[in-house]
């Protein structure tokens, strides 16, 4: 327990006045303490701090919240005595939140009374998701949150309000700008109802003029990769991991020379409506809120992404292809719909392989429009959506977005077979 258990009882009293001390309490305080505490020098650092906190999923800006709030000295560190005052401290503001919320008086919060207390501070939800909160709260299995479990989940959140305890609920459990889950077709009614007819294109001149830079590099790319993997023999027909290998390479060299594109249709997609005048002002608000940086949030998962879905569209939709011509010799021209087939069935391969790690990349970027969230990391985001909603919150969304890439990658496919064909590029990427 380390030598700090003996200042307890001396500490509280002198800051309660009170004789009846609570030993588990302070016991279980000393114990967090010692254990952040790395160096055991009787000092908690930022980086101890954000060293033991990693776990729980907490941001660098959390961690700093705590110190502060903590540091009375202002020496940059906590003591065992400024740690135990500022956990004191909190454990009162919780306290009164908890009451505040526990509306019968039973000694537990249940779901009707989430969604109550939500509804005070102007935030709509339904019953389901005020149990999806419940339950990530609830590690008995009752249903309801007691004390403990409030207290638990809360203490190393600086929550002092409900507007606090709204954010916090926010980004670990419902996951999107707004307390807002739902199917396709309730998507539609909302953003109809949130911005007109209008809002169900918002975002798409930014995707038109991403678009058209992005497609021409990876399928240039990709046509020069296979060259140089053709080497002298250019007639030598392409192995499939020579493919995956070629459409990766592509897909990440298109996707790094557009990514800050891909993040300003990202913004403008989920804007509310008024927040933006245009792509123009959104990329200055961006630029002066929160520095370069931000047009390159989620590059590594959209990297990491990118390389899976361009290596397995572009090799499975070649070789379904290849397998086609092989099976009807004699024939150069497969026809569109051979082609709508093929992209269609690449595009799907490509999109369950990476579609995890395109909405962790899609979430990190549009973490800002959270007003006063903290900003997770990507392996944080990946443990938060695997706790609250397990293995298939990794596919939250894959219907409609499917329904969106499919036609449109079977159409790229179709104009890219045939610009081919106009330009004079044999099947095998030669001249």
């Known amino acids: 327990m380390g030598p700090f258990a003996s200042w307890i009882p001396r500490v509280y009293c002198q800051q309660n006045g009170s004789a009846g001390v609570d030993k588990e309490r302070e016991k279980r305080w000393a114990e967090l303490f010692d254990q952040f505490d790395l160096n055991k020098d009787g000092h908690i650092d930022i980086n101890e701090l954000r060293a033991g906190l990693a776990a729980r999923g907490l941001s660098r800006g959390s961690v700093d919240k705590i110190v502060a709030a903590g540091d009375t000295n202002q020496d940059g560190v906590l003591d065992f005595e400024e740690f135990m005052i500022y956990l004191r401290d909190h454990e009162k503001q919780l306290k009164l939140m908890f009451r505040n919320l526990d509306k019968n008086n039973d000694g537990h919060i249940d779901a009707a009374e989430i969604q109550h207390s939500l509804q005070t501070i102007g935030v709509t939800i339904s019953l389901r998701d005020a149990n999806r909160i419940l339950k990530s709260m609830d590690k008995d299995g ?3 949150i007691d004390w403990t479990e409030w207290r638990d989940y809360f203490l190393f959140n600086s929550v002092s309000n409900m507007e606090d305890v709204a954010r916090c609920w926010k980004k670990t459990v419902v996951h999107s ?3 807002f889950a739902a199917n396709v077709l309730s998507g539609f009614q909302y953003m109809l109802k949130e911005g007109g007819v209008l809002s169900l294109w918002r975002g798409n001149g930014m995707n038109v003029l991403k678009i058209a830079p992005e497609t021409a590099i990876k399928f240039t790319a990709y046509e020069q990769i296979k060259s140089v993997m053709h080497g ?6 392409l192995r499939i991991h020579e493919r995956f290998l070629a459409g990766s390479l592509a897909g990440a060299l298109a996707q790094t020379a ?9 913004r403008l997609t989920l804007r509310k409506t008024g927040q933006f005048t245009g792509i123009a002002d959104c990329a200055k608000q961006m630029l002066l809120k929160e520095g370069v940086y931000a047009f390159y949030k989620g590059y590594v998962p959209n990297l990491l992404a990118i390389v899976p879905y361009a290596g397995i569209d572009l090799a499975v939709y070649e070789t379904l292809k290849f397998t086609w011509l092989n099976r009807n ?4 021209d497969p026809g569109v719909m051979v082609l ?3 992209g269609a069935v690449s595009s799907t391969c490509g999109q369950l392989a990476s579609y995890p790690l395109a909405l962790i990349r899609t979430r990190m970027q549009a973490q800002t429009l959270l007003k006063g969230s903290p900003k997770v990391s990507m392996l944080a985001l990946l443990r938060n959506i695997v706790k609250q909603e397990g293995v298939t919150g990794l596919y939250r969304g894959i219907s409609p977005n499917l329904l969106k890439v499919i036609p ?3 159409v790229s496919y179709v104009v890219y077979e045939y610009t081919r064909i106009l330009l004079g590029v044999d099947i095998e990427g030669g001249i």
Do not use: D
């Open 258 to 266: 557009i990514y800050p594109l891909e993040v300003l249709k990202t």
């Open 142 to 144: 009752t249903m309801t």
């Open 177 to 179: 700008y707004s307390f």
């Open 232 to 237: 002298h023999n250019q007639t030598r027909p």
């Open 329 to 332: 010799s004699g024939v150069v």
């Open 340 to 342: 709508v087939g093929c």
């Open 408 to 410: 449109a990658v079977t």
